[in-house]
């Protein structure tokens, strides 16, 4: 079913017929120890540079994962690298995925940014450590593509929402489309504080996602609402300050977000969710909170 959809009147299948995709069960968790804030590569970063509480960016990281095993995943930890102060960001250098046969696979990233292109081939590395199948884009086609910062898998289904204009180009899913088979919603993004899809749009569940509305387009808003039954709203505030749509909601029940995000989680709550609250405060200051630091596996 490879296909790019930008807009509802190309929408010729039901979302909820796609094959089913099973729920990961694992996490990537990339080591801290390298964590600061030495570029400025979006907005966040800009007034940050230097910035960074190591101890409580250790603290912090060490918080998020233990909710994660809370949870009944388990972590894999890898060893962050020198001089590569984003690459605790590990959302960003893959899009790891079950084929429909049981395989595991994974398209490596082309990042955008020259600050980040190093920290692939480590990422790459533990995936063939780990069996994975490791797959590419082409580059003469393809600009950039950030990985599971701007490609999301719809919950329990063969669906991917791609945002784009920041860090991925469009045209990259057209690529990851075709590769893996499967229809991609592009996004366009629209706004610079919300360079990834995963700035501003969560999925919570098979029907349930959590957005920033000023992020989108309207044909992009029109798409989302077309497929989500419920459509929960973060304000500008806990959006920009708090990352509150960077949560994580691995298994369709439980939300890691970070803190002090109060209305988005008193609407989670009454929309039935588990709220787990984390600070991420030294992250934030990067551009990135809970969804960021980590990547699901199957
Ligand atoms: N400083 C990192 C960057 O700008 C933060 C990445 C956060 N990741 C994310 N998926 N939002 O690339």
């Known amino acids: 079913m490879a296909q790019v959809i930008t807009s509802v009147d190309h929408l010729t299948f039901s979302a909820h017929n796609l094959p089913a995709l099973p729920a990961p069960k ?15 590569i979006n907005p966040h970063m800009a007034d940050n540079i230097g910035n960074v509480d190591k101890t409580a960016a250790r603290n912090q990281w ?13 972590v894999h930890r890898l060893e962050g690298q020198k001089g590569l102060p984003d690459m605790v960001f590990c959302a960003n250098q893959s899009l790891p995925y079950i084929n429909p046969a ?6 490596m990233s082309i990042m955008h940014s020259d600050m980040r292109k190093e920290e692939v081939p480590y990422i790459e590395q533990w995936y063939r450590q780990q069996g994975y199948e490791v797959r590419y884009l082409d580059r003469e086609k393809v600009r950039a593509f950030e990985g599971c910062g701007d ?7 063969r669906l991917l929402w791609g945002g784009y204009g920041y860090r991925t180009s469009r045209e990259a899913y057209k690529a990851v489309s075709g590769m893996l088979d499967v229809p991609v919603m ?15 749009f969560c999925v919570l569940n098979e029907t349930t996602v959590l957005i920033y509305p ?19 709203e973060a304000s500008e505030d806990e959006a920009k300050e708090r990352f509150a749509c960077n949560a994580s909601c691995p298994d369709g029940q439980n939300v890691i977000i970070q803190q002090g995000c109060r209305e988005v989680n ?3 709550r009454e929309a039935g ?18 969804f960021c630091m980590k990547q699901l596996l199957w």
């Not at 694992?26 to 400025?40: K, R």
């Not at 490609?151 to 289904?157: E, F, V």
């Not at 592009?186 to 700035?199: K, M, N, P």
């Open 266 to 268: 008193s609407k989670l």
């Open 214 to 232: 000023q992020a989108f387009t309207e044909s992009g808003l029109k798409l989302i609402h077309a497929v989500f039954d419920h459509v929960i």
């Open 186 to 200: 592009a996004l366009r993004l629209a706004d610079e504080h919300f360079y990834h899809l995963d700035t501003c």
């Open 26 to 40: 694992q996490v990537l968790m990339v080591e801290p120890t390298f964590f600061s804030v030495d570029y400025a």
């Open 151 to 157: 490609a999301i898998w719809h919950s329990g289904q």
């Open 62 to 74: 060490q918080q998020v994962l233990g909710v994660f095993r809370q949870l009944g995943f388990s």
């Open 273 to 290: 969710f588990t709220i787990h609250e984390v600070e991420t405060s030294e992250y934030l200051k990067s551009g990135g909170s809970v």
């Open 102 to 107: 049981g395989r595991k696979q994974v398209v």
